[in-house]
């Protein structure tokens, strides 16, 4: 028999891999109590969803004011 066809092996090796899916399993549901448990301390109080800064198009000024307008048209008449 080859050495990784051996029976005491294999078993070994099958136990070894048990024996790690089970302990990453119980970390897994370690972790997720703690998250539940962190959830639950910070549920009292409420939180906001928004940041600080508004997100969205800034209006731009489209009418020009009286001075703004003679200033454009002393500007055009001096380009011709």
Same mark, same amino acid.
């Given at each position: !028999? ?7 092996? /294999?078993? $070994? #090796?099958?136990? =070894?891999?048990? #024996?790690? &899916?089970? &302990? ?6 370690? @972790?997720?109590?703690?998250? %539940?448990?962190? !959830?639950?301390?910070? *549920? *009292?109080? @409420?939180? /906001? @969803? *928004?940041?600080? =800064?508004? +997100? *969205?198009?800034?209006? +731009?000024?489209? %009418? ?6 003679? $200033?454009?048209?002393?500007? !055009?008449? +001096?380009?011709?």
């Amino acid at each position: !028999m080859s050495k990784k066809n051996n029976l005491a092996k /294999r078993k $070994k #090796q099958h136990e =070894f891999d048990l #024996q790690r &899916e089970k &302990e990453a399993k119980e970390k897994q549901a370690k @972790k997720l109590q703690a998250k %539940k448990s962190k !959830m639950k301390i910070d *549920g *009292g109080e @409420k939180k /906001r @969803k *928004g940041g600080k =800064f508004k +997100v *969205g198009k800034k209006k +731009v000024k489209t %009418k020009l004011s009286a001075l703004a307008k003679a $200033k454009a048209a002393q500007a !055009m008449e +001096v380009d011709k």
